[in-house]
């Protein structure tokens, strides 16, 4: 019987005053990519730090692959590609004196793979670290955190720095990971990113898991913004009457209209394609919107939100 790559069950982190995490519960499944997201500050890297067994619990339980995540982190950690979001470089080496560094650690070494890893993220590893720039050094970092081949890989903020044709290549990457049957944990505050490439997503807030959601689901909770100026006053009523569509504000004039936009954007773009529009902007979705819709509602409607919370954990 295969084991689940992870499993938290009312997984707690008490810092005394300082807010840390409380009662999570959740699996990862085989061969899938779980986003974990929420805003900095709301108790990813706490959670992370805790499935490294870095951090004990002050109550719960945190598993990978049946093993218990304090108790037997030194196994774990053997089966973890680990990016750390606050990684720290040793900046007097080059970067392939990093990679052999890390690569000692480990039983097995694939040294085609790290090859294979370094040229396809275009990565100078010849250089001393201290020279490279912030993209280059993320660069490194998810080079060692791939490069061992592990079941499981936990990545902390794993895009940030990496310029937007980096981050193309490392969303193919995962998706080739998770074809090849890897499990990822993938923490971001950045809700398209966990759009593009996750499965399941669990989000956190101050803490507390507010739910558990499968990504195309979440695509159809999450709310966009975008801002209309026409050439001539419309009447509001055209935005208003279509589903799925709120009028935010209408500035001085009538031709600055801001909109607020859920689910598919077609009937949308067909009327604005009949307006005299003379410029458009639309905002890439936030968790905020996400965070409005479950926090939203009357106290029943939130006792069953969190119970199908917790029914999607087990």
Same mark, same amino acid.
């Given at each position: 019987?295969?084991?689940?790559?992870?499993?938290? #069950?009312?997984?707690?982190?008490?810092?005394?005053?300082?807010?840390?995490?409380?009662?999570?519960?959740?699996?990862?499944?085989?061969?899938?990519?779980?986003?974990?997201?929420?805003?900095?500050?709301?108790?990813?890297?706490?959670?992370?730090? *805790?499935?490294?067994?870095?951090?004990? =619990?002050?109550?719960?339980?945190?598993?990978?692959?049946?093993?218990?995540?304090?108790?037997?982190?030194?196994?774990?950690?053997?089966?973890?590609?680990?990016?750390?979001?606050?990684?720290?470089? @040793?900046?007097?080496?080059?970067?392939? +004196?990093?990679?052999?560094?890390?690569?000692?650690?480990?039983?097995?070494? @694939?040294?085609?793979?790290?090859?294979?890893?370094?040229?396809?993220? #275009?990565?100078?590893?010849?250089?001393?670290?201290?020279?490279?720039?912030?993209?280059?050094? *993320?660069?490194?970092?998810?080079?060692?955190?791939?490069?061992?081949?592990?079941?499981?890989?936990?990545?902390? +903020?794993?895009?940030?720095?990496?310029?937007?044709?980096?981050?193309?290549?490392?969303?193919?990457?995962?998706?080739?990971?998770?074809?090849?049957?890897?499990?990822?944990?993938?923490?971001?505050? *950045?809700? =398209? +990113?966990?759009?593009?490439?996750?499965?399941?997503?669990?989000?956190?807030?101050?803490?507390?898991?507010?739910?558990?959601?499968?990504?195309?689901?979440?695509?159809?909770?999450?709310?966009?913004?975008?801002?209309?100026?026409?050439?001539?006053?419309?009447?509001?009523?055209?935005?208003?009457?279509?589903?799925?569509?709120?009028?935010?504000?209408?500035?001085?004039?009538?031709?600055? /209209?801001?909109?607020? /936009?859920?689910?598919?954007?077609?009937?949308?773009?067909?009327?604005?394609?009949?307006?005299?529009?003379?410029?458009?902007?639309?905002?890439?979705?936030?968790?905020?919107?996400?965070?409005?819709?479950?926090?939203?509602?009357?106290?029943?409607?939130?006792?069953?939100?969190?119970?199908?919370?917790?029914?999607?954990?087990?």
């Amino acid at each position: 019987m295969k084991k689940t790559p992870i499993k938290a #069950e009312g997984l707690t982190r008490n810092y005394g005053r300082r807010r840390g995490i409380l009662d999570l519960s959740f699996e990862v499944h085989e061969g899938e990519i779980f986003g974990f997201l929420g805003p900095n500050g709301a108790g990813k890297t706490t959670t992370i730090r *805790q499935l490294m067994g870095l951090m004990r =619990p002050t109550s719960g339980s945190a598993s990978v692959f049946g093993l218990d995540c304090w108790r037997d982190s030194r196994r774990v950690k053997e089966m973890v590609g680990f990016l750390p979001g606050d990684i720290r470089l @040793y900046e007097k080496m080059t970067g392939e +004196e990093f990679l052999d560094f890390f690569a000692a650690f480990r039983k097995r070494k @694939y040294p085609k793979l790290q090859r294979d890893l370094v040229e396809r993220l #275009e990565l100078d590893t010849g250089r001393r670290i201290k020279h490279m720039s912030k993209g280059n050094r *993320q660069k490194l970092a998810v080079v060692q955190a791939l490069m061992h081949d592990a079941p499981l890989l936990i990545l902390d +903020e794993p895009s940030s720095g990496l310029d937007p044709l980096m981050q193309v290549e490392f969303v193919e990457l995962l998706r080739e990971e998770r074809a090849r049957g890897k499990s990822v944990f993938l923490s971001s505050h *950045q809700l =398209p +990113e966990v759009e593009r490439i996750a499965d399941r997503a669990a989000i956190i807030r101050e803490g507390q898991l507010v739910a558990i959601e499968d990504v195309a689901h979440l695509k159809t909770l999450r709310e966009r913004r975008m801002e209309v100026i026409l050439h001539e006053p419309v009447a509001p009523e055209r935005f208003s009457n279509l589903e799925d569509v709120r009028v935010v504000s209408i500035h001085p004039g009538g031709r600055h /209209v801001e909109l607020a /936009v859920r689910g598919h954007l077609g009937p949308l773009l067909r009327m604005l394609g009949e307006m005299p529009v003379d410029d458009l902007t639309f905002r890439p979705p936030d968790l905020e919107s996400i965070f409005l819709h479950y926090y939203s509602g009357d106290a029943e409607g939130s006792e069953e939100r969190a119970f199908r919370t917790e029914e999607v954990a087990r």
